[in-house]
């Protein structure tokens, strides 16, 4: 099994390398429904969903600074801890699965799992509708846009809608894609070459620079993950220590590192990677260039959000 597993690997690089080869910038906007954005804003800012009213969205999900957390296990109700790290909201969009087992297939079906979590909300989906249905401001809201009012789908299709939003467009290295050649610096361009040439735009590419397929963590190494990833959700022995690749934009800004927030500097988190899943080591110099490059990948802040106060 593990001598094929090797062989898809290598298939994959050379395929990957081949066929996304250059990566792409972000659009400035996204097509949504300005009345369900401002809906799903409201309900990402407030406390209402969590079982105990002391936790919104935002609380691990900060959207004024990278659209996730700063720890490596953000704590729900009842100062519970999580099993991983928090991944950004940001240009969540376009990844082709949600969470890091990818156990979610669309933006839509994630969007009302930490609410009926009970390490993370804690709620359950009938009494967070009842609660709404209490709120003559969300009765009100859910009317004016959806013919059915407050519902499990219309909260799930007002928090997407809103979600959709959170992109991070205007990254130095996208206005490097857009033809500024001195959008970066040398060293940042001499990274981007070396990303290509050492392998990682064989998992980080498209348009998200990752977030787009699964890959096993630790392909040369044990690498003592408590997480066993994809295995949790189907039990296959291929599928041990499986995540989804996450995405790279903002990574600069979004330590800790790994799913299970292992590494605390960029630096760092590109030696782990180098090692343990392309089976090189890296001098320091390449290493400044890579994390150079990687930098150049924060965008500006969502539009949607700039009007937030860190109190909400």
Same mark, same amino acid.
């Given at each position: ?14 395929? $990957? ?14 097509? #949504? ?50 099993? &991983? =790290? ?6 969540? #969009? ?11 297939? /669309? ?12 390490v993370e909300m ?11 249905? =209490? ?18 789908? =219309? ?6 809608? &809103?979600?959709k939003t959170l ?14 050649? =001195?959008?970066?610096?040398? /060293? ?25 397929? *699964? ?47 292992? $590494? ?9 990677? #180098? ?17 150079? *490059? ?19």
């Amino acid at each position: 099994m593990k001598k094929v597993y090797f062989v898809f690997v290598a298939f994959l690089l050379q395929t $990957t390398v081949l066929f996304c080869a250059e990566l792409i910038p972000l659009p400035f906007d996204v097509e #949504v429904d300005d009345k369900k954005v401002q809906l799903g804003k409201k309900l990402f800012l407030d406390t209402i969903l969590s079982k105990d009213k002391t936790l919104s969205c935002m609380s691990c999900h900060n959207l004024k600074h990278n659209g996730a957390d700063t720890v490596s296990y953000s704590k729900g109700i009842k100062n519970q801890k999580g099993k &991983f =790290n928090v991944p950004t909201v940001f240009n969540a #969009v376009y990844n082709f699965r949600q969470f890091w087992d990818g156990r979610a297939k /669309s933006l839509k079906e994630q969007a009302l799992e930490p609410i009926q979590n009970p390490v993370e909300m804690g709620h359950s989906i009938p009494n967070a509708i009842r609660d709404l249905k =209490n709120a003559s401001a969300y009765v009100k809201a859910f009317n004016t846009i959806y013919e059915d009012g407050i519902t499990e789908n =219309n909260l799930a299709d007002a928090l997407t809608e &809103f979600e959709k939003t959170l992109i991070t467009p205007n990254a130095p290295f996208d206005k490097y894609l857009r033809g500024d050649k =001195n959008a970066i610096s040398k /060293s940042a361009v001499q990274g981007y070459k070396l990303f290509k040439d050492k392998g990682c735009i064989s998992c980080h590419n498209g348009i998200n620079i990752g977030g787009n397929l *699964f890959n096993k963590f630790g392909i040369y190494g044990d690498i003592g993950s408590k997480e066993k990833g994809r295995y949790a959700l189907t039990k296959k022995e291929e599928d041990m220590y499986v995540f989804k690749v996450p995405s790279l934009r903002n990574v600069a800004i979004t330590a800790p590192y790994m799913h299970d927030g292992r $590494t605390e500097s960029l630096a760092e988190a590109v030696n782990f990677m #180098v090692m343990y899943q392309l089976g090189r080591r890296i001098g320091d110099e390449d290493l400044r260039d890579i994390v150079s *490059f990687l930098e150049s990948l924060t965008g500006d802040l969502p539009k949607i959000v700039k009007d937030i106060n860190v109190t909400n």
